[in-house]
């Protein structure tokens, strides 16, 4: 699917009143808080600048007045970072991060998430989110892992197509396809880097998701701060302007992300000014510069002096019309805008409770869990009552525009206020234990940790919720070191020495090293950044009164040194095969996930064996319920060629199906297997799917898998 079609005539009919300058403005945004500055105070004054954004909607009222007076009455289009929720809103729903909604592996829910905050964002007054990121997060020590939907191109190109129809679904807001390319992988997991990969590699992985989002619709992408292989992404005309919008066909426009074109002076140097660098930016593809202010003048000179030609640049302010177009911006009808009511309402809260508790994922279970009968419950850790580090990063707390001040929204629950409310019949007891990062004197820390001890000694069980903070995530945020900081894992183990039962939540941004966590507690629920609902949700799992669902989108390490640890590598061929100092592979993969139902996998069978190329077989698994608990189950489809010309992971997922199956009962679970999704990129970037045998695998937690193989005849 393309975007939906706009009104061409309107649309040329305004670009041929258009001045030069009033063109070079559409293709400008300037932030409202960065600024302001003398073109700032220019621009909203004279009402033609192309956009804003961080924005919010109470602000929006002067910069409308002002295209409003104009002749050609352009109005801008407001863009805003609702990436979990319109949450840089206070009042508005605040959905767990990317990270944690993709842990549903549920395409439906999450094209509910993009559609219940396109309508937050509307009816604030607003148009443009700048999500979804569709970067890869195989590398951990990346600060931004926690804005992922993971480390697998299939599982984010459906989330991230399902995220783009929500947002466009009703017609009045943007989605906006990030960072395209390559940002998360970097080497070295250094945000805004260079990534050593090739066209070839891009083409396999990297690329799949940005793809899938030209063919949803997405109406933006935003153009990434690296470089690949040595040429910036700013400038790159192959993959801005040849792949993206000739051979995909990508008819929206692209924005640069928050001032890329200073960054090819300063950071990469690869031009002595901004004149120049503006119009090799433009050139190459980039049709909106966030936030350089030089832009302005640097481009309409150019235009000027013949440096750039106009059909540039009406290309790009085309671009840009369509979309507002498309928004129904430049209809110059009165709009009757959605009530403001619903932001934030009970409907809302209560469909992100059901989206929090479908992104929690159970990765121990001793028997510890369903907790019942506990008189008195111990509530420990540093993050059970930390609003920020729940949610994460993007909200009215933190990132862009820091309200250290702010407070939580009463409707939010955190671990502790969850467990009081799920165990409203017991006695509740809490004990911060530790700080996350262990800043504080010796005598305190002393003290926390003391005073925990004799709180879980009294205790029948103790639930120690640890993780990191927003210090250490998030933009600018590359950890090296994985460990869980400060006294948190030491709090773990002298808790479990009492000899009581531990059940440890982990509230945080990205997989963190777990191995003596795993040591000393009985049970492990990771909820990630969970948003307003994670504490319920969270509460109610741990007694049993939902059932677990969530797998993981991404690879736990067993040590930060031993990375990448993603699931779809290439075998590793010589002697040993890893590390000698840690096991191998990842002791919570991709995929992983258990429930308190517990599912059986029958033999796979096909209904044809073997195939002409283009054809298509079913596969299809008996999937059985054996316990007493009705249970959610995401069945994953995973292929590999047997022997191809050019090295193959060791699996890669090609398809996955949720399946609801009560107590006792069994379900056949079908896929239909195309063996146009068998394929590979060869040197020359073709795609190309060979003859011969292919395993196909089926499983429930990425580390066990049912097998048949499938031929594809010459
Ligand atoms: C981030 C983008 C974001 C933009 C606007 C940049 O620093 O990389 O993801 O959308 O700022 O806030």
């Given at each position: 699917m393309?975007?939906?079609?706009?009104?061409?005539e309107?649309v040329?009919a305004?670009?041929?009143?258009?001045?030069?300058?009033d063109k070079v403005?559409q293709?400008?945004q300037?932030?409202?808080?960065?600024?302001?500055s003398?073109?700032?105070?220019?621009?909203?004054?004279?009402?033609?600048?192309?956009?804003?954004?961080?924005v919010?909607g109470h602000e929006?009222?002067?910069?409308l007045?002002s295209a409003?007076q104009?002749?050609l009455?352009?109005?801008?289009?407001?863009?805003?970072?609702?990436?979990?929720?319109?949450?840089?809103l206070?009042?508005?729903?605040?959905?767990?991060?990317?990270?944690?909604?993709?842990?549903?592996?549920d395409?439906?829910m999450?094209?509910?998430v993009g559609?219940?905050?396109?309508?937050?964002?509307?009816?604030?007054?607003?148009?443009?989110?700048?999500s979804?990121?569709?970067?890869?997060?195989?590398?951990?020590?990346?600060?931004r892992?926690?804005e992922?939907f993971g480390?697998?191109?299939?599982l984010?190109?459906?989330?991230?197509a399902?995220i783009?129809?929500?947002?466009q679904?009703?017609?009045?807001?943007?989605?906006?396809a990030?960072?395209?390319l390559?940002?998360?992988?970097?080497?070295?997991g250094?945000?805004?880097?260079d990534?050593?990969?090739?066209?070839?590699?891009?083409?396999?992985?990297?690329l799949?998701?940005?793809?899938?989002?030209?063919?949803a619709?997405?109406?933006?992408?935003?153009?990434?701060?690296?470089?690949?292989?040595g040429?910036?992404?700013?400038?790159s005309?192959?993959y801005?302007?040849?792949?993206?919008?000739?051979?995909?066909?990508?008819?929206?426009?692209?924005?640069?992300?928050?001032?890329n074109f200073?960054?090819?002076?300063?950071g990469?140097?690869?031009?002595?000014?901004m004149?120049?660098?503006?119009?090799?930016?433009?050139?190459?593809?980039?049709?909106?510069?966030?936030?350089?202010?030089?832009?302005y003048?640097?481009?309409?000179?150019?235009?000027?002096e013949g440096r750039?030609?106009i059909?540039?640049?009406?290309?790009?302010?085309r671009?840009i019309?369509?979309?507002?177009?498309?928004?129904?911006?430049l209809d110059g009808?009165?709009?009757?805008?959605?009530s403001?009511?619903?932001?934030?309402?009970?409907?809302?809260?209560?469909?992100?409770?059901?989206v929090?508790?479908?992104?929690?994922?159970?990765?121990?279970?001793?028997?510890?869990l369903p907790?019942?009968?506990?008189?008195k419950?111990?509530?420990?850790g540093?993050?059970?009552?930390?609003?920020?580090a729940?949610?994460g990063?993007?909200?009215?707390?933190?990132?862009?525009?820091?309200?250290?001040?702010?407070?939580?929204?009463e409707?939010t629950?955190?671990v502790?206020k969850?467990?009081?409310?799920?165990?409203a019949?017991?006695?509740?007891?809490y004990?911060?234990?530790?700080?996350v990062?262990?800043?504080e004197?010796?005598?305190?820390s002393?003290a926390?940790?003391?005073?925990a001890?004799?709180?879980?000694a009294?205790?029948?069980?103790?639930?120690?919720?640890?993780?990191?903070?927003?210090?250490?995530?998030?933009?600018?945020?590359?950890?090296?070191?994985l460990?869980?900081?400060?006294?948190?894992?030491e709090l773990?183990k002298?808790?479990?020495?009492?000899?009581?039962?531990?059940?440890v939540?982990?509230?945080?941004?990205?997989?963190?090293?777990?191995?003596e966590?795993?040591?000393?507690?009985?049970a492990?629920?990771e909820?990630?950044n969970?948003g307003?609902?994670g504490?319920?949700a969270?509460a109610n799992?741990?007694?049993?009164?939902e059932n677990?669902?969530g797998?993981?989108?991404?690879?736990f390490?067993y040590?930060?040194?031993?990375?990448p640890?993603?699931?779809?590598?290439?075998?590793?061929?010589?002697?040993?095969?890893?590390?000698?100092?840690?096991?191998?592979?990842?002791?919570y993969?991709?995929g992983f996930?258990?429930?308190?139902?517990?599912?059986?996998?029958g033999d796979?069978?096909?209904?044809k064996?073997?195939?002409?190329?283009?054809e298509k077989?079913?596969l299809?698994v008996?999937?059985?319920?054996d316990s007493?608990?009705?249970?959610?189950?995401?069945?994953?489809?995973?292929?590999?060629?047997?022997i191809?010309?050019i090295l193959?992971?060791?699996?890669?997922?090609i398809?996955?199906?949720?399946?609801?199956?009560?107590?006792g009962?069994s379900?056949?679970v079908?896929f239909?297997?195309?063996t146009?999704k068998?394929?590979y990129?060869?040197?020359?970037?073709e795609?190309?799917?060979?003859?011969?045998e292919?395993?196909?695998y089926?499983?429930?937690?990425?580390?066990?898998f049912?097998?048949i193989?499938?031929?594809?005849a010459e």
């Amino acid at each position: 699917m393309q975007s939906q079609a706009y009104n061409k005539e309107r649309v040329e009919a305004i670009l041929s009143k258009m001045s030069l300058e009033d063109k070079v403005a559409q293709m400008l945004q300037l932030s409202a808080n960065a600024n302001p500055s003398d073109i700032f105070e220019k621009f909203k004054s004279e009402g033609k600048l192309g956009s804003y954004l961080h924005v919010l909607g109470h602000e929006t009222g002067s910069f409308l007045e002002s295209a409003a007076q104009t002749e050609l009455k352009v109005p801008p289009i407001f863009g805003i970072d609702a990436i979990h929720g319109h949450a840089l809103l206070k009042p508005a729903t605040v959905f767990p991060s990317q990270l944690a909604m993709a842990c549903s592996w549920d395409d439906d829910m999450v094209e509910k998430v993009g559609e219940v905050t396109a309508d937050e964002v509307a009816a604030d007054g607003l148009n443009w989110v700048f999500s979804p990121v569709l970067c890869i997060g195989r590398d951990l020590r990346w600060g931004r892992i926690a804005e992922t939907f993971g480390e697998d191109a299939e599982l984010i190109s459906r989330l991230g197509a399902a995220i783009i129809r929500g947002y466009q679904k009703n017609g009045n807001v943007a989605a906006c396809a990030k960072h395209y390319l390559g940002y998360g992988e970097a080497t070295g997991g250094r945000d805004s880097y260079d990534t050593e990969i090739t066209e070839r590699k891009a083409r396999e992985i990297f690329l799949r998701p940005f793809k899938a989002a030209v063919d949803a619709g997405c109406m933006t992408f935003m153009t990434a701060y690296g470089s690949i292989d040595g040429e910036s992404l700013t400038v790159s005309h192959r993959y801005l302007t040849e792949i993206l919008k000739d051979e995909y066909g990508f008819d929206g426009f692209v924005v640069t992300d928050w001032e890329n074109f200073r960054s090819t002076v300063q950071g990469q140097k690869l031009f002595e000014s901004m004149d120049d660098a503006c119009v090799a930016g433009v050139v190459a593809g980039n049709d909106m510069s966030m936030n350089s202010n030089e832009f302005y003048a640097a481009l309409v000179n150019a235009a000027k002096e013949g440096r750039i030609s106009i059909d540039v640049i009406d290309n790009a302010v085309r671009r840009i019309l369509a979309v507002k177009d498309r928004l129904g911006l430049l209809d110059g009808e009165k709009k009757t805008p959605l009530s403001r009511d619903i932001i934030g309402c009970d409907a809302h809260q209560a469909f992100n409770y059901d989206v929090a508790v479908k992104s929690t994922v159970l990765l121990k279970n001793n028997g510890a869990l369903p907790l019942a009968g506990a008189k008195k419950i111990a509530v420990l850790g540093p993050n059970a009552t930390d609003v920020r580090a729940q949610y994460g990063d993007w909200t009215y707390f933190s990132h862009p525009n820091p309200k250290p001040e702010e407070t939580g929204k009463e409707c939010t629950y955190t671990v502790l206020k969850g467990i009081q409310a799920a165990y409203a019949d017991s006695e509740i007891v809490y004990a911060k234990g530790c700080s996350v990062v262990g800043a504080e004197d010796a005598q305190t820390s002393d003290a926390w940790m003391n005073e925990a001890l004799a709180v879980a000694a009294d205790a029948d069980a103790s639930i120690i919720v640890i993780g990191d903070i927003l210090d250490q995530n998030g933009e600018t945020k590359d950890r090296a070191n994985l460990v869980l900081s400060g006294r948190q894992n030491e709090l773990v183990k002298r808790v479990k020495e009492l000899g009581k039962t531990v059940i440890v939540v982990l509230v945080n941004g990205k997989p963190l090293e777990l191995n003596e966590v795993e040591k000393y507690a009985d049970a492990i629920v990771e909820g990630f950044n969970s948003g307003d609902m994670g504490g319920l949700a969270v509460a109610n799992l741990i007694k049993g009164k939902e059932n677990f669902s969530g797998k993981l989108p991404i690879s736990f390490p067993y040590s930060s040194a031993a990375l990448p640890c993603y699931y779809n590598q290439y075998d590793y061929w010589h002697f040993g095969q890893k590390y000698i100092d840690v096991p191998k592979g990842s002791p919570y993969p991709f995929g992983f996930g258990l429930s308190y139902s517990n599912f059986v996998y029958g033999d796979l069978s096909l209904d044809k064996t073997v195939l002409a190329r283009g054809e298509k077989a079913e596969l299809s698994v008996e999937l059985k319920n054996d316990s007493a608990v009705d249970g959610e189950e995401t069945v994953q489809l995973y292929f590999r060629d047997k022997i191809c010309k050019i090295l193959t992971p060791i699996r890669t997922l090609i398809d996955y199906k949720k399946v609801s199956v009560p107590a006792g009962e069994s379900r056949t679970v079908t896929f239909t297997v195309d063996t146009e999704k068998l394929g590979y990129y060869n040197r020359d970037c073709e795609y190309c799917v060979d003859a011969g045998e292919f395993a196909l695998y089926v499983s429930g937690d990425g580390k066990n898998f049912k097998e048949i193989t499938l031929r594809v005849a010459e």
